[in-house]
């Protein structure tokens, strides 16, 4: 039911989605070597969210996620990535929506252009935006944010082109295709 904003179904996903980035960040994070920054299951699974929800609801679920994931993990949110973990969600969202998840259809085609698109906006929002954002609000020295920045957006970058299209190719598997079922 939906009267004005979100329906019901939306609201619990964003709910639920931000719960399990939560997990996901704790407890299913690989460290790189370099400070403060990991390789993240959290992102591929914020893109078939956002995909399946929208791009409001990838925005929501990956800044109320990290908030909390910073807050529980660190005593406090880191509110640069925080912003940035928004923003990612919101584009996976724009470019999720252009698909035809629920119908089953996540073709070559499409896992081409969901690829090329996550690549440059994991690039834009991580390499460039993150470090940005941080000697902005927190005075950070360029040289450490823009590194983690780059080993941020290359294992987002790698790990959405993996797990994220393996659960969108799933997910599409799933669904019954357009125009499969026949009347008799």
Same mark, same amino acid.
């Given at each position: 039911?939906?009267?004005?904003?979100?329906?019901?179904?939306?609201?619990?996903?964003?709910?639920?989605?931000?719960?399990?980035?939560?997990?996901?960040?704790?407890?299913?994070?690989?460290?790189?070597?370099?400070?403060?920054?990991?390789?993240?299951?959290?992102?591929?699974?914020?893109? $078939?969210?956002?995909? &399946?929800?929208?791009? *409001? /609801?990838?925005? +929501?679920?990956?800044?109320?996620?990290?908030?909390?994931? =910073?807050?529980?993990?660190?005593?406090?949110?880191?509110?640069?990535?925080?912003?940035?973990?928004?923003?990612?969600?919101?584009?996976?969202?724009?470019?999720?929506?252009?698909?035809?998840?629920?119908?089953?259809?996540?073709?070559?085609?499409?896992? $081409?252009?969901?690829? &090329?698109?996550?690549? *440059? /906006?994991?690039? +834009?929002?991580?390499?460039?935006?993150?470090?940005?954002? =941080?000697?902005?609000?927190?005075?950070?020295?360029?040289?450490?944010?823009?590194?983690?920045?780059?080993?941020?957006?290359?294992?987002?970058?790698?790990?959405?082109?993996?797990?994220?299209?393996?659960?969108?190719?799933?997910?599409?598997?799933?669904?019954?295709?357009?125009?499969?079922?026949?009347?008799?």
């Amino acid at each position: 039911m939906k009267k004005n904003g979100f329906s019901v179904k939306t609201v619990v996903a964003i709910g639920i989605g931000a719960a399990v980035f939560v997990i996901l960040g704790r407890f299913v994070s690989i460290p790189t070597g370099v400070a403060n920054t990991s390789i993240e299951t959290t992102y591929p699974f914020l893109a $078939l969210m956002a995909s &399946l929800y929208g791009p *409001v /609801a990838g925005f +929501l679920i990956g800044l109320i996620g990290h908030t909390i994931k =910073d807050a529980t993990a660190y005593g406090s949110p880191w509110w640069s990535w925080v912003i940035c973990s928004g923003i990612i969600g919101l584009i996976f969202g724009l470019v999720g929506s252009r698909f035809d998840l629920k119908h089953g259809e996540f073709k070559l085609k499409q896992i $081409l252009s969901f690829n &090329l698109v996550q690549v *440059v /906006a994991n690039y +834009l929002v991580w390499a460039l935006v993150a470090p940005s954002l =941080d000697i902005l609000i927190y005075s950070e020295p360029a040289n450490k944010v823009y590194l983690q920045g780059i080993v941020s957006a290359t294992a987002n970058a790698i790990s959405v082109a993996i797990l994220g299209t393996l659960l969108l190719k799933a997910y599409a598997a799933t669904r019954t295709k357009k125009g499969s079922l026949r009347k008799d």
